[in-house]
């Protein structure tokens, strides 16, 4: 009898990771070109970038820098705000958007989320503000562009400065405008996981000439030039200018902005298709708001159920690293960390941030995936949750 026939070994499945930036040869050429130029530090190409970064937004003016908690630092500090002054914004978000109100000597009023769009719930906004209040901070988590009307009609009636963080939501859009494109500051950054990235990086929308220039000061020490030898220092600035190295990958970057956003909106459908045929509401995830005009879909994050679930948040992301699919968790909520703890806050402050806080988990989303990774990732998530944990 000839020996049973040995199935061949399944190809193993690339480990697909939660994000993951393309890069274009084109840039990565431009990046030699300028590695071999001589000047490798701010100049021609970040003068370029910040051009072509002000016609994306309308002609208003941008400065470069090296991050996008910088950006937020100096926007702050244009904006006059210090020691004795209040910043409210919202206990979802990376860490850097309220530290950068405590570096500035400020302090963050938080307000809890709206749990259906993860993003600061403005109609807790009015009842925090005091003679103290300064500035607000808004978070597009994900992308999903805070309220843009509702928030400015607030800063307005308060006169309060507004810094959007916009870290996640280049290439999102309010009624038909591009964020950036209005507003008081607009802060994006184009750290590596962002829709485009500069590696490290990020800059910063202003409202004039004289902010500009301030922004300019506030990225390099304070320092003024004029002619060939003149310079002078009135302010404390720090380190924040952008290399031109980083500036090239900005600029290779940009022209692929409109088919970035289009295709990762494409795979967002996609999610939400392959885990409604997984019947994935019936299963306890959330999902999030299926906005397909306005977002630029940062990421896709569901809710994991936390009653009745047998497996918790840091076993199904083991699980599904297992399977050799990457997951990440945007974010903890702020003010229960350590440092924030013993500035006052404490469990049972902001629920909504605290429940999305524990069980939000960002799955893969990035411009090279296919709509096989997106069945795969469903399929292999959904597996993981039908057991009901026992109470
Ligand atoms: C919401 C939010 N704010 C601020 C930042 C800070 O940007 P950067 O890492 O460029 O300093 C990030 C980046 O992760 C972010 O996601």
Redesign the pocket.
């Known amino acids: 009898m000839p020996a049973p026939a040995i199935p061949p070994a399944a190809p193993a499945l690339p480990y697909l990771p939660f994000t993951r930036p393309t890069i274009d040869e084109a840039t990565i050429s431009g990046v030699a070109e300028v590695l071999r130029s001589g000047w490798i530090t701010s100049g021609p190409q970040v003068k370029a970038f910040e051009a072509k970064l002000s016609e994306y937004c309308g002609g208003r003016p941008v400065r470069a820098?090296?991050?996008?908690?910088?950006?937020?630092e100096i926007a702050l500090r244009i904006a006059g705000v210090g020691p004795g002054h209040e910043v409210i914004t919202t206990p979802l978000?990376?860490v850097?958007?309220s530290n950068?109100v405590l570096g500035v000597g400020a302090r963050p009023v938080f307000v809890d989320i709206d749990p259906v769009t993860r993003n600061i719930d403005l109609a807790r906004v009015e009842a925090v503000i005091t003679p103290a209040t300064r500035a607000i901070i808004p978070?597009?988590?994900a992308g999903l562009p805070v309220d843009r009307d509702r928030l400015y009609a607030i800063a307005k009636k308060h006169r309060l400065r507004v810094i959007e963080?916009?870290?996640?939501s280049f290439g999102s859009s309010w009624n038909g405008r591009a964020i950036g494109s209005f507003g008081d500051f607009v802060?994006f950054?184009?750290?590596a996981?962002?829709n485009i990235t500069t590696i490290?990086?990020?800059c910063l929308v202003l409202n004039d000439e004289r902010e500009a220039r301030l922004a300019e000061q506030y990225r390099l020490q304070g320092v003024v030039r004029t002619g060939y030898d003149g310079m002078e220092v009135d302010l404390v600035g720090g380190k924040f200018n952008l290399t031109d190295v980083a500036a090239r990958v900005g600029l290779g970057q940009l022209p692929h902005l409109a088919a970035f956003t289009a295709k990762r909106r494409e795979l967002a459908r996609a999610y939400f298709e392959e885990l409604a045929a997984l019947q994935a509401g019936q299963l306890g995830l959330q999902l999030p708001v299926a906005d397909f005009s306005q977002s630029n879909w940062?990421m896709f994050q569901v809710i994991l159920p936390e009653k009745g679930q047998s497996l918790k948040r840091a076993e199904v992301m083991a699980r599904l690293h297992a399977a050799g699919i990457g997951t990440g968790v945007?974010?903890p909520a702020i003010h229960l960390f350590a440092l924030y703890r013993r500035l006052g806050w404490k469990d049972g402050d902001f629920p909504h941030a605290e429940n999305v806080g524990r069980n939000i988990l960002t799955l893969p989303l990035f411009p090279a995936m296919t709509r096989a990774d997106v069945a795969r990732v469903a399929t292999t998530l959904a597996a993981l949750l039908p057991n009901p944990r026992p109470s």
């Open positions: 820098f090296n991050s996008g908690t910088g950006t937020m978000s990376w850097a958007t950068v978070v597009d988590l963080d916009a870290a996640q802060s950054s184009f750290h996981n962002k490290e990086g990020g940062h945007h974010y």
